[in-house]
């Protein structure tokens, strides 16, 4: 697969799809998807800690249903809209599946990543190395 050639929105749509096993009755997490050159690199869940009670763990909650996992791919397809000028650094979807009701909800952040060696801008010293060798 070529990811250079595929539109972003295609790659989070695919990185959704591999991800849908895992995210099937998961309780909560962050995607992460880090961009380089406006192409996916690395991605992958982190998911948050799993409760214990007096040193038992106990049963684990219901977690997103196969209709939450399309709804926060679409989610997470149509986020790419709003970034906007870099080509570098990460997106994050947070996601938590409410207690009880079944109600999901979800977040998205956007970090952008710059580097200045890659820039125009070279520091350049106000005196050279050797100057201070050379006074008196």
Do not use: C
Not at 3 to 21: C, G, H, I, S
Not at 29 to 51: D, F, L
């Amino acid at each position: 697969m070529n990811v250079d050639a595929m539109p972003l929105t295609r790659q989070v749509d695919y990185v959704f799809k591999q991800l849908a096993e895992e995210l099937l009755h998961a309780q909560a997490g962050t995607v992460i998807i880090q961009i380089r050159n406006n192409a996916v690199g690395k991605y992958g869940i982190r998911h948050h800690p799993i409760e214990s009670r007096n040193g038992q763990i106990g049963q684990s909650e219901q977690g997103m249903t196969h209709e939450q996992v399309q709804a926060f791919r679409q989610m997470a397809i149509d986020s790419i809209k709003l970034k906007r000028n870099w080509t570098h650094g990460e997106i994050m979807y947070d996601f938590s599946v409410r207690t009880g009701t079944g109600a999901w909800s979800a977040s998205i952040l956007f970090e952008s990543n710059y580097n200045m060696a890659s820039s125009m801008f070279r520091y350049t010293p106000k005196f050279a190395q050797h100057s201070f060798r050379d006074a008196p």
